[in-house]
């Protein structure tokens, strides 16, 4: 991932299927951990990415990030614990609410997460930039992407587990308050087996929207407990 975000799949990035295609397309594209997993590897034979995301914030910093220099990356000064940042890229280890805080104009109070996960994501910015030059990156609906030849990396706001007392994740929450089209599973099934290529899809137990097949176990993120897991779940599709 280049960047700290709900469902991040950085780590989990390597144990996907591999893409078979030259172009990815992320259409709920986050932070995008698939595509700069594998547009990064040596010799990566990865030559086109398109990533769509309905949230503004998230996409004004993927454009940042193409504007950035190496120089003015190294430049940024190292968070400090309980003094404010301005800085997009710091506010974002904390998610999109970070982001948006900071899209109002006011700053975000730095945590222990932000200064202990700054210098490793850091390292990652300066790989990543040079190689995200090219992308195509637009702020939209994930219905409105071109069909085309490519793999297909489809990483929704997971449905609630049994038992929830929340209506969405806080990913899909987020999602949804930017109008973003998108109509439920069920709709989402249906646009995901049209896509040509090889399709993969994410989500967690017990989603049965597509026949989904356990992935991994994972552990929930900060702030869920440390002993908080889930089962990740995946479908992946070739036509």
Known sequence: MAFGYFGAKHGMARFYPA?????????????????????????????????????????????????????????????????????????????????AVLNRGVGRVVTDRMVEGWPNLKRRLQRMVPIIRGWEIMCGDYSKVRNMRAT?????????????????????ASYAKYGSGFDGHSDLAKWAMTRKGQIIVCEQ???????????????????AGTQSTRTELIFEHRQ
């Open 152 to 172: 297909w990396f489809i990483d929704p706001p997971y449905t609630p587990k049994v038992g929830s007392s929340a209506k969405l994740s806080a990913g899909g």
């Open 19 to 99: 893409p078979l295609y030259n172009t990815i397309i992320e259409p709920f594209a986050g932070a995008a951990g698939y595509a700069c997993y594998w547009s990064s590897l040596p010799n990566s034979h990865i030559t086109r990415v398109i990533l769509v995301d309905s949230n503004p914030n998230v996409i004004a910093l993927w454009h940042r990030l193409q504007k950035m220099s190496i120089n003015q990356l190294i430049s940024i000064p190292d968070p400090v614990k309980g003094q404010t940042t301005h800085e997009p890229l710091i506010a974002a280890a904390s998610g999109e609410q970070g982001m």
């Open 205 to 223: 137990h017990p989603a049965d929207w597509l026949p989904f097949v356990p992935f991994r176990r994972q552990r929930n993120g900060v702030g």
